[in-house]
């Protein structure tokens, strides 16, 4: 008695699993017993999905991509600008301010103000990333358009109008610090001829005035030499105390003399102290804005690995994608109305 009732429980559990195992069945048999009798409602909505698929496809128009790379320039196109107490500039520096153009709004109105042939463009955002892993450095520019050769062109325009816009902001930039510096040291030199002429004009007025006291003290020649000395000794050591003699002590003659030359002299530049430097410093920016000027035309600001070039395959619409998300989702929506159909056909049956 006591062995059959351990092994009662174990009957009545083995009972339990056959009947949910057959309940499993019976659903999974109703459920494809469903989908067999409602096959031509999934097949025609999924045929309706695929129809609708079709016709999208072929009344979209197709999207064209074209694609550009460009890179830092090369440090020989950039050491042109790199002038002594004028500029100091880098190949980041040139590039950086060309990735900004690259997305200047204002920028692409003007591009298409000046090409008209692109107004059908004008309100298409490029697309612009910088790469990654083994393409660092480099900056990808794409559009996309409905007609593929117009697209490429806008591409290739556009960067090369970025590029212009850049030289012409750093060399612009350039040129005014040289025209700044060189009026300024042009005004330094004509305020040192100006106050030179003057400071002559007063040695004359000066030197006028000590001939008539020589005169009047009867001084033709010098009396005294031009600095008389007087040693003193210190507990330090000694001690040259100078005293300058009165600029009547050197006689009329004398005087008479320098004030002939001072008011023979045409150019007071010699007797500036600082001009001839100021001079140099003003020769050496206006070489300096030659050779940029003359550089001008080999500046790069920017390397174009990869130009834009006309594609022969839409971006958009994706046929295939699109041919398959129609297939999958009409046969699920298929299946979903197959088991309404069902469900509303048994409550039918029941009532």
């Known amino acids: 008695m006591e ?25 999974l048999l109703e459920l494809g017993r469903v989908l067999l009798r409602q096959w031509k409602v999934i097949g025609a909505i999924t045929g309706l999905a695929v129809l609708g ?42 590039f950086a301010k060309f990735t900004g153009n690259l997305i200047s709004s204002s920028l692409r109105q003007q591009f298409v103000d000046e090409n008209p042939q692109f107004s059908s463009l004008r309100g298409t955002v490029p697309n612009i990333k910088e790469g990654e892993k083994k393409d660092v450095g480099s ?19 556009f960067i ?9 902001d750093f060399f612009d930039g350039i040129e005014i610090k040289i025209a700044n510096q060189k009026t300024e040291i042009e005004n330094q030199l004509q305020i040192g001829r100006d106050f030179a002429g003057q400071r002559r004009q007063d040695r004359i007025v000066l030197l006028e005035d000590q001939i008539a006291i ?25 001690t040259l ?54 550089a001008r035309v080999i500046f790069r600001a920017a390397t174009v690995d990869q130009s834009a070039i006309q594609s022969k395959s839409p971006v958009k619409p994706r046929r295939m994608h699109v041919f398959g998300l129609s297939v999958v989702l009409g046969w699920m929506l298929g299946i979903f109305v197959a088991f309404v159909i069902n469900l509303v056909q048994q409550q039918k049956a029941k009532n």
Not at 61 to 66: G, L, Q, R, T
């Open 53 to 94: 698929a079709v016709a999208y496809v072929f009344l979209t128009p197709p999207v064209y991509e074209a694609q550009a790379v460009v890179k830092q320039p090369e440090s020989k196109y950039v050491e042109v600008l790199n002038i002594p107490g004028i500029s100091e500039i880098s190949s980041a520096d040139i």
């Open 139 to 157: 900056v990808f520019l794409s559009l996309q358009g409905y007609d593929p050769k117009l697209v490429a062109d806008w591409v290739n325009g």
């Open 160 to 168: 090369l109008l970025a590029e212009r816009k850049t030289i012409g």
């Open 214 to 238: 020589a005169r009047a003290l009867k001084i033709f020649d010098r009396k005294l030499p031009s600095y008389s000395t007087m040693a003193s000794q210190s507990l330090l050591g000694v």
């Open 3 to 27: 062995e059959q009732r351990e092994q009662q429980p174990h009957h009545a559990s083995f009972q339990i699993y056959p009947d949910a195992c057959s309940e499993d069945e019976i659903n």
């Open 241 to 294: 105390n100078t005293v300058q003699e009165p600029l009547y002590m050197r006689g009329v003659k004398e005087l008479t003399a320098e004030k002939e030359e001072l008011e023979k002299r045409k150019n007071d530049e010699p007797f500036i102290v600082g001009f001839r430097d100021k001079q140099e410093h003003l020769a050496q920016l206006n070489t300096g804005l030659k050779a940029l000027r003359e």
